[in-house]
């Protein structure tokens, strides 16, 4: 889709892994645990913008782990902010860097603005500063939540993102009671992507799919604007499994439907990925059994709650809007409002 850019257009499209830059802008010098995916979307992340970046990045493994004393793996300028403030840091250095271009204090180029923050600090403490930095339409950042479903950095607790019946530190089995979550992950992309018509750019990704990752990464910035970018990350240590399986977990939470890859570009949204493969029809989506069972956050599960597991996913897919992202329908009786653009991709979930 050919759309207008505030870009330089010097972050094109990464066609295949050969294209992928060699430089390395994020490198050894951090402390976090071995397989963490967290940490590959951060790598994957300024290797897709490049050196002219700023990051911030709120409270969390990802500050923590990346800052022990006087060692920093961040080749570009960096700065932490509060937990819940990604919104706000984005916003505020992106009207800061225009302001200081503008009186000509410093050079006027393109300098991309990412702001990093966990689901902890993003999809709960800081989801006011995103919704409200995503509506201000003349500042380029992007804010990127990078979501391993816990609040990992203090020791695993729940957060809106936690999967239904997940073990945390605040959720533990016991023999009264099995399941001590039993709330569904906040739809987060698609709230975003829903509610902030003047954002460009609105996309899930996961570091399983790198290519696939870093190109969102890129288009978000290109486009320019305030733009939001979440990814789904394996945490070796919160999800309880061996650190050689973080990618086969990225894949497989795509392949089973869990965490469907789309982008929102202009209001008009693209499956990308195994996500589109399944909604046409091209690829058989697994039973989200083969996902569960390999991670001991779900080792309690009894046959109920893996069926319910499987029942909710499969609404996803045959119920919402466009799957996985738009999460209610329309009545039967007004079927007809549909917009025509919609009509196919809908009765293609509905066959899937
Ligand atoms: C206002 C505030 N409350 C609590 C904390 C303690 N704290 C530091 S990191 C963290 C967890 C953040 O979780 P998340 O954003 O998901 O990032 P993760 O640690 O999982 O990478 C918490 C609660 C804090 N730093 N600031
Ligand atoms: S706890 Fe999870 S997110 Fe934090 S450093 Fe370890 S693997 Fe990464
Ligand atoms: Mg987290």
């Avoid at 239904?164 to 399941?179: E, H, I, N």
């Avoid at 979440?230 to 650190?243: F, I, N, R, S, V």
Wanted: hydrophobic share 35%; net charge positive.
């Amino acid at each position: 889709m050919a759309v207008e850019t505030h870009g330089t257009g010097t972050l094109p499209q990464i066609k295949g892994v050969k294209d992928v830059p060699y430089d390395e802008l994020f490198v050894s010098g951090h402390r976090t645990c071995q397989g963490c995916e967290s940490a590959l979307v951060m790598r994957h992340m300024v290797k897709a913008s490049g050196p002219r970046t700023i990051v911030l990045g709120s409270t969390g493994c990802m500050y923590v782990a990346n800052t022990t004393y006087y060692t920093t793996p961040w080749v570009v300028p960096w700065m932490h902010t509060q937990l819940g403030a990604s919104g706000s840091a984005a916003l505020g250095t992106a009207a800061g860097l225009k302001v200081l271009m503008r009186k000509g204090k410093i050079k006027d180029e393109k300098i991309n603005v990412i702001a990093f923050c966990g689901d902890g600090g993003g999809a709960d403490m800081g989801i006011g500063a995103i919704s409200a930095t995503l509506t201000h339409k003349d500042y380029n950042s992007l804010i990127l939540l990078y979501d391993n479903e816990s609040y990992a950095n203090t020791d695993i607790q729940l957060s809106s993102q936690t999967p239904y019946g997940a073990v945390t530190t605040f959720s533990p089995s016991g023999s009264a009671k099995r399941l001590m979550h039993t709330r569904w992950k906040k739809n987060m992309p698609g709230m975003m992507a829903a509610g902030h018509p003047e954002s460009r750019y609105i996309a899930a990704g996961c570091a399983a799919y790198a290519v696939d990752l870093m190109n969102k990464i890129r288009k978000a910035l290109e486009l320019g604007g305030p733009t939001f970018v979440h990814t789904l990350d394996p945490c070796p240590k919160g999800w309880d499994y061996h650190p050689q399986y973080s990618q086969e977990l990225g894949h497989l939470a795509v392949e089973t439907g869990i965490w469907p890859l789309y982008e929102v570009i202009d209001g008009v949204c693209n499956l990308t990925g195994p996500t589109r493969q399944i909604a046409e029809g091209r690829k058989k989506r697994k039973p989200v059994y083969e996902y569960l069972k390999r991670q001991g956050r779900f080792a309690h599960f009894a046959d109920e709650d893996v069926e319910h597991f499987q029942a909710t996913v499969d609404k996803m897919w045959t119920e919402w809007l466009i799957p996985g992202v738009i999460p209610f329908t329309v009545a039967q009786k007004d079927q007809t409002l549909l917009r025509i653009e919609k009509r196919p991709l809908h009765e293609e979930t509905k066959t899937a």
